[in-house]
T-cell receptor, first 112, second 112 residues
């Protein structure tokens, strides 16, 4: 069935290190992927997106990599800061009605 | 440009009652989607509206309904509330389907 999952539920990194958050999706027909950041008490905040015709996309301190062969998506955060502490969700627009399917989320903790 | 706004932010209702939540999308955005977020199920798609028409609907009972007005503002209604309806209800808007969705802060509904 349709599902988007994350490999690790929690990730703890040292401030200044790079973080990598992984995501797997199951629908090979998915053509649009988004990463969101959700801080406590707030709604998800758009970070970066990527379409299936790309393998990599870079933003400010963030990079998303898409491997369609193994249906894997990753979010890399460079020089992780305490403000990056949050839950990160990947989402896949591969729902049966074209809706977004969200993963369960990875909680990123940044140690000062 | 103002972000997505949702009202009310917090709501406490009793089983059997009904509730109406409101969402104002970002100016110019015509697509509005609703999601339910719970610790156990994560983010689940409820429905999507575009130009006052429901385009997609998730796997929720008929007690959950919504509508969109000509100014793109949207409301969702839950009738005959159950304890399990306690959740954070999130609204997201986008220019059109297939583009990044921007979320509001959510309405925290507690059913007692």
């Amino acid at each position: 069935g349709e599902s988007v999952g994350l490999h690790l539920p929690t990730l703890s990194v040292q401030e200044g290190d790079n973080s990598i958050i992984n995501c797997a999706y199951s629908n090979s027909a998915s053509d649009y992927f988004i990463w969101y950041k959700q801080e406590s008490g707030k709604g998800p905040q758009f970070i970066i997106d990527i379409r299936s015709n790309m393998d990599k996309r870079q933003g400010q301190r963030v990079t998303v990599l898409l491997n369609k062969t193994v249906k894997h998506l990753s979010l890399q955060i460079a020089a992780t800061q305490p403000g990056d502490s949050a839950v990160y969700f990947c989402a896949d627009q591969g729902g049966s009605q074209g809706n977004l399917i969200f993963g369960k989320g990875t909680k990123l903790s940044v140690k000062p | 440009k103002a972000g997505v706004t949702q009202t009310p932010r917090y709501l406490i209702k009793t089983r059997g009652q009904q509730v109406t939540l409101s969402c104002s999308p970002i100016s110019g955005h015509r697509s509005v989607s609703w999601y339910q977020q719970t610790p156990g199920q994560g983010l689940q798609f409820l429905f999507e509206y575009f130009s006052e028409t429901q385009r997609n609907k998730g796997n929720f009972p008929g007690r959950f309904s919504g509508r969109q007005f000509s100014n793109s503002r949207s409301e969702m209604n839950v009738s005959t509330l159950e304890l399990g309806d306690s959740a954070l209800y999130l609204c997201a808007s986008s220019l059109v389907k297939g583009y990044e969705q921007y979320f509001g802060p959510g309405t925290r509904l507690t059913v007692t």
